[in-house]
């Protein structure tokens, strides 16, 4: 008996023991549960009950210089899942069926986006109304998945203007990676060319957080108050020097071509007035996911859509040069304005080899304004022999030819001027001989201008040898109200002399005005033009049309560069394109009376004729 009373109390003993014990390790758990995990227990209750959604800013707007839209945002929906509300099995499988996407491609793209689990991975941006009423609807059928209303770019198409705009895209990982102190994320929005990519800081904004309160289920219960929303700001709206009426022109006067460009510039200021490269593609097809066979179109056409040819474009400039290499030779003293060199006889020999010139029966005997005027070949290889090829790259250079033109778009190349050691580095020294500067001297050979460089050479010609910096930003409007307007800055000026120059701008003006100028079917009795025809020779095909024109020449307001690749002489495709987009100019700043285009039948009469003209 005794021992079972021991027996007893031992086995009470360990009962309160187990008891102390087991109580001992639930204060334990409490107080891990309570105060040392508090935090981060805490942290994820919220995060199970609080939902943060980006509030993303309305991306700035922009317009041209007469206040008219050229690029808008309309309104779109986005399609996200929250990971941590994913219910396995339901949400992808329910998904994928009515966004038709395998659950695979929504499992990678969460993969992608994913930022942290408690917070919303893009899934597909662009979705119909109709799959977001049935997201509304059905909501218990789609654990983890929201939607939102964000604003997507809405781009002019009929404007032709992409190689201004730019367009659009989801940011990149390497992008994430270059711009990793400008706080994007997967997901973000992001400039991918254009003025799109050049301004995007200032027109995407600053993304703010609302905080919802949902269920466990993630059901909305609406606006979470223990916290207060981080408001987003938009961005900033840029206005643009461009004038949508005569971008139209521009667009609407290449669609008759196969490929070409054109660049109006005010040579006052370097507003860029017009820039269309053609063919062109609608830049609002990559506001959305862009599909895979869409894409392979674009970017195997043979026609280059994708090439933003008035800054990357490398083209010979042809005969637009002469009046660079007359310049030169006048301000090297080599000539004046009454020079005159052997006549043209309609070609030259020099060496072994025969040099003709445009016009088979020759030109006789010309100084350098009548050189000009009918674009004389014989006459400027006789010029450029005499100021070599360094000599001749040095005022390339001078002009701006082979640098940057420093516009404010992105991936401007600077094309080529090639000097002796260009040539001593592709051929060998003394592999190559003289005959290279007769090419050079009329534009032919391996010097490489855009459409750009090019225009911004003849504004120098315009004003007297003060060339401004070509922009397309005319003024930002920030979302506070305030208005920054952009001042023209002078960024480079002609290395000739106001003889020189009143030389060269006789030359451009007999070109249009002369009785024997190569574009003297643009003379008209409203305004004056000057300007200089060019036909650059295309080894891959047709021979590549150039005009350059000039409006009013006494007091010039336009300057228009105008490219017609494969489309034979400059005098018979450019120049009378030229001619209708500055008339277009004219009739709206200057109210003249509406002149009879002329620019069809003269295609139809090149393809009847067959005719050749500088």
Not at 3 to 16: A, D, H, M, N, P
């Amino acid at each position: 008996m005794e021992q079972f009373k021991v027996s007893l109390k031992l086995r009470e003993k360990i009962g309160y023991f187990i008891i102390a014990v087991l109580f001992l390790a639930m204060i334990v758990g409490l107080f891990n549960l309570q105060v040392i995990q508090h935090n981060e227990l805490s942290k994820r209750s919220e995060n199970n009950r609080i939902r943060l959604e980006p509030k993303i800013p309305q991306r700035g707007m922009v317009f041209d210089r007469d206040d008219k839209i050229i690029i808008d945002n309309r309104p779109s929906y986005t399609v996200s899942i929250i990971p941590f509300e994913e219910v396995l099995g339901v949400t992808l499988p329910n998904l994928s069926e009515l966004i038709n996407l395998d659950t695979a491609q929504i499992r990678e793209r969460i993969k992608r986006n994913m930022v942290s689990r408690y917070q919303p991975a893009t899934i597909k941006r662009d979705v119909p109304f109709d799959v977001i009423a049935v997201l509304e609807e059905q909501s218990r059928n789609y654990p983890g998945v929201l939607y939102q209303m964000d604003m997507v770019r809405q781009f002019n198409r009929e404007l032709g203007i992409e190689t201004v705009t730019g367009y659009v895209g989801e940011v990149s990982d390497e992008e994430l990676i270059q711009y990793a102190d400008y706080k994007y994320h997967l997901g973000s929005i992001i400039g991918k060319k254009g003025l799109e990519k050049r301004y995007d800081l200032l027109l995407r904004g600053t993304e703010g957080t609302s905080f919802i309160e949902v269920t466990a289920s993630g059901q909305r219960l609406g606006d979470y108050t223990g916290k207060n929303p981080i408001q987003s700001i938009p961005g900033a709206n840029l206005t643009l020097t461009i004038d949508n009426d005569l971008q139209l022109a521009c667009t609407n006067a290449l669609d008759t071509f196969c490929c070409g460009a054109i660049v109006a510039i005010n040579p006052r200021n370097g507003e860029i007035l017009a820039m269309t490269s053609y063919p062109g593609y609608d830049a609002n097809i990559f506001s959305s996911v862009i599909p895979e066979d869409l894409w392979q179109e674009i970017s195997n056409n043979p026609d280059h859509p994708l090439l933003n040819r008035p800054l990357t474009g490398l083209y010979p400039p042809g005969s637009t040069i002469k009046l660079l290499t007359v310049g030169a030779g006048m301000e090297e003293g080599i000539i004046d304005a009454d020079t005159k060199f052997k006549p043209c006889l309609g070609s030259m020999q020099f060496g072994n080899r025969v040099f003709r010139c445009w016009l088979e029966g020759g030109h006789g005997s010309l100084n350098a304004e009548r050189a000009l005027e009918q674009s004389c070949d014989v006459y400027l290889y006789q010029l450029g022999l005499k100021l070599g090829v360094d000599k001749l790259s040095e005022y390339f250079e001078k002009c701006g030819f082979g640098k940057l033109t420093n516009i404010d778009l992105p991936n401007e190349v600077p094309g080529l001027n090639p000097n002796s050691e260009y040539y001593n580095n592709r051929y060998g020294i003394k592999k190559w001989t003289r005959t290279l500067v007769l090419n050079l001297a009329i534009g032919q050979g391996e010097l490489l201008t855009t459409p750009l460089q090019l225009a911004q050479f003849y504004c120098g010609l315009a004003m007297d040898g003060i060339i401004y910096q070509p922009h397309v930003v005319k003024r930002i409007n920030y979302p506070n109200r305030e208005i920054e307007d952009i001042n023209p800055e002078i960024s480079l000026t002609l290395p000739f002399s106001q003889g020189t120059m009143s030389i060269l701008k006789e030359g451009i003006r007999l070109v249009v005005e002369g009785e024997r100028g190569t574009a003297k079917r643009l003379k008209n009795k409203y305004y004056s033009i000057g300007g200089k025809t060019g036909t650059a020779e295309n080894p891959h095909g047709e021979n590549h049309s150039w005009f350059v024109g000039v409006a009013p020449l006494e007091n010039p307001e336009i300057v228009v560069a105008a490219i017609v690749e494969n489309a034979g002489h400059g005098s018979d495709v450019a120049a009378p394109l030229v001619g209708q987009i500055i008339r277009s100019y004219m009739q709206k700043y200057h109210n003249i009376p509406e002149i009879i285009p002329v620019i069809k039948p003269i295609v139809d009469t090149i393809n009847a004729t067959g005719k050749a003209e500088e």
